[in-house]
């Protein structure tokens, strides 16, 4: 569909193949490049002060001012050394799929809509829900991330546990390291923060306390309030912690609770030789994945499975009279009657592509190079003494700060600070920092498959030296 009097088909589809071909070329050499790319305040405000056109400008124009001064800035989330957050190392495959998916623009809300896509979606979350040790029966659907993930289970937990009439009485119960989208999601299905508790975590590995969980189910079960959900992670966005997955189904079991857990980073792991740190997911009533972070596909990629697809079908299944010609056809559920959205792409097309490439030992493999890159950060940070380990290599994850003798620890929150400012300006590696049992850290979470040990020794080596230079900057201050 081309309006009248603007771009002509032959010239759009010239500027698409131009575009692709660049592109590809910008991948292939991005890790040769810095971290990150900032847009100027001038470029900023000029883009602010563009407005928007009653007559349209030339293709041309506009494509070369979106490259030259819109989409190539911020960070490089795909850049092999980059390590903050969770990265976001695209798989070329994923790539291609999501631009064969988003190309055809099909609704995937329905069946009836898009049988094949719907079929392979479906058989793909099947497949995530036998890795998660789910039974027969079980199912889920492709959503955003893992905010969403987080908060559709969250939703059929609250449906499944709690009678209309008590919902102002529901309580959930996270960790101090569960990620902020849980409370989010809480907020957004009428949980009040004042009826989300919040579990200390062991200072050691920052799991869940059991024992402060437990007393408070009691405690809020005595005072007539209405105990639902434990939300428990498999992998914490600080530190990659794990449950305690095991004891907290025990828990959730003993008291009638919904068992969520929080796999958005480290579902993944259940694709590796490391599953069993996971062991107990098998047993929680839904479970949020993202492939868009550790199975490294293009955004807006994260899966929420169901141990029971009927969980799902009670909360969101709706019939207005508009749909009823799309309803009668369905071989499979349709996914709008699984999740909140109607209108939706097939996410999961992208993931059963780079799978059907790929296959699923290689992705394994790239999973588990995240654990070894972890652990070669941590034999590095080792031979210094001036670095404390604050969380020793977890997953793909491990946080650290440089605490040589004699600083007070505001001084040692300033240098952490300062030594990963200039690291990400340098343009060498993105280290951010996290805090921890009230302390600044630094954080690297590597789960790109082709950053390499020397990678990993440089961005130590080069750490070390920025701590010395910080050093010799305040003694001289
Ligand atoms: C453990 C965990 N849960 C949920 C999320 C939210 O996921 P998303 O950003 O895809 O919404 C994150 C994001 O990093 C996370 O680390």
Known sequence: ??????????????????????????????????????????????????????????????????????????????????????????NALSWLGDMMASGYNRHAGSFANYPAGCVAEHELL?????????PEGAGGVFVSGGSMAN????????DAKLAEDEWCRGVAYVSEQTHSSVAKG????????????VIPCHDEDFTMDLGALER?????????????????????????????LPQIADIARAYDLWMHVDGAIGASVLLTRYRDMLRGVERADSLSWD?????????????????????????FNAHPEYLKDLEESAQITNP??????????????????????????????????????????????????????????????????????????????RLNARISRRMVASGFAGVFTTELRGMKVLRICCIHPETTEDDMRETVRRLGVLCDEELAAMRDA
């Open 1 to 90: 569909m081309y309006a009248k009097g603007t771009a002509q088909e032959a010239d759009v589809e010239l500027a698409a193949v131009r575009f692709v071909c660049e592109l590809f070329s910008r991948n292939r050499h991005l890790s040769e490049g810095p971290v990150s790319c900032e847009a100027s305040p001038e470029q900023l405000r000029a883009i602010a002060e563009r407005g928007i056109p009653a007559q349209g400008r030339p293709l041309d124009e506009v494509v070369e001012e979106m490259q030259r001064d819109i989409i190539g800035y911020g960070y490089n989330i795909d850049h092999a050394r980059f390590m903050g957050f969770v990265p976001g190392p695209v």
């Open 126 to 134: 099947r497949w995530f829900c036998d890795k998660a040790g789910f």
């Open 151 to 158: 908060m559709t289970a969250l939703v059929a937990a609250r």
């Open 186 to 197: 809480l907020h957004m299905i009428g949980i009040a923060p004042s009826r989300i508790r």
């Open 216 to 244: 408070a189910i009691v405690q809020d079960r005595d005072a007539g309030l209405k105990p639902f959900a434990i939300i428990a992670t498999a992998g914490s966005t600080n530190t990659g912690a794990v449950g305690p």
């Open 291 to 315: 492939a868009h972070k550790w199975l490294f596909q293009t955004y807006s990629c994260g899966m929420v499975l169901v141990r029971d697809e009927r969980t799902l079908l009670r909360s």
């Open 336 to 413: 709008w009657d699984l999740g909140p959205e109607l209108t939706r792409p097939a996410r999961g097309l992208k993931l059963w592509f780079t799978l059907q490439v790929m296959g699923s030992d290689a992705l394994s493999a790239a999973v588990e190079h995240g654990f070894d890159l972890a652990r070669w950060a941590q034999d590095e940070l080792e031979r210094d003494e001036r670095v404390q380990i604050v969380s020793p290599a977890q997953m793909a994850m491990i946080n650290f700060r440089y605490a040589p003798a004699g600083l007070g620890e505001e001084e040692l929150d």
